[in-house]
């Protein structure tokens, strides 16, 4: 039998890529770094709505871990609004969806 027919031979002795195997292969390595929501529980819902009402009460900095596909991202800053209809806060005259929120850093106090 041929080496070409063996295990993966068939694909790499192949010169030429085909454009819906690229496609394929990039949307499979674009999947492979997506990273999970974290789903909260009841005890830090709270603690995140608390340091959230004081931040705008208290003008105190606050800093949100949030969801983001790919990466890990925070939002840092005193909380100006909360528009608990929609479901939104903001921080510095931009809209956050509060859904997204993952947690609150415990040490609020180094970004004062």
Known sequence: MSK????????ESSRMMLPEHKIELINSAKTAR???PVELDEHEWERVSRAMAESLQLRKPIALRMYH??????????????????????????????RQIEGVERDSEEWE
């Open 4 to 11: 070409k027919l063996q295990g993966n031979g068939l694909w």
């Open 34 to 36: 997506l990273r999970p």
């Open 69 to 98: 596909a790919y990466e890990e991202s925070k939002v840092i800053g005193i909380i100006d609004r909360i528009d608990s209809l929609r479901g939104r806060y903001m921080v510095d005259g931009e809209w956050f969806d509060i």
